[in-house]
Nanobody, 129 residues
C-alpha cells in the first residue's frame, strides 16, 4: 500500500483547505481497512485527527477538530479527502495519511496510531495571516 498526501500550503486563519490522500494497493471501495489522518505540529507529539474504519463504519474525529474537519472518500479515484474549515494557527502541522490493513486502529472514541501499517509522506499546512 502506498499513500500520497497533497494539498498543503499557507492559508489564513478562518479559511478552509482540503487535503487529499491518493491510495494505491488497497481498494477503498472493496477492502476492509482503517484510514486515518494524523498531524504533527512543531514541538508537539503526533496527534490523530480523524479516521474511518470501513468494516465497522466508524468515522472518528478528535475533539480538536470536531465540527470543523470532515472526511470524504472518492472511490472512483481511490482517494480520501480531509476538509478543513475554520482553520486556526493551532492547526499548523505536517499532516499524514495512513492505513491499517487489519481494519483496526479506528474506534468510536480514539485512534490507535500503532495499528497503522502504511504511512504517506506528510504535507505541510501553515495557518497564518
Amino acid at each position: 500500500v502506498q499513500l500520497q498526501a497533497s494539498g498543503g500550503g499557507l492559508v489564513q486563519p478562518g479559511k478552509s483547505l482540503i487535503l487529499s490522500c491518493a491510495v494505491s494497493g488497497l481498494s477503498l471501495d472493496l477492502d476492509f481497512y482503517a484510514i486515518g489522518w494524523f498531524r504533527r505540529a512543531p514541538g508537539k507529539s503526533r496527534e490523530g485527527v480523524l479516521c474511518f474504519a470501513r468494516k465497522a463504519g466508524i468515522t472518528y474525529y478528535s475533539d480538536s477538530v470536531k465540527g470543523r474537519f470532515t472526511f470524504s472518500r472518492d472511490n472512483s479515484q481511490n482517494t480520501v479527502h480531509l476538509h478543513m474549515n475554520s482553520l486556526t494557527a493551532e492547526d499548523t502541522a505536517v499532516y499524514y495519511c495512513a492505513t491499517a490493513d487489519s481494519g483496526y486502529g479506528c474506534y468510536m472514541n480514539r485512534m490507535g496510531a500503532a495499528e497503522y501499517d502504511h504511512w504517506g509522506r506528510g504535507t505541510l499546512v501553515t495557518v497564518s495571516s
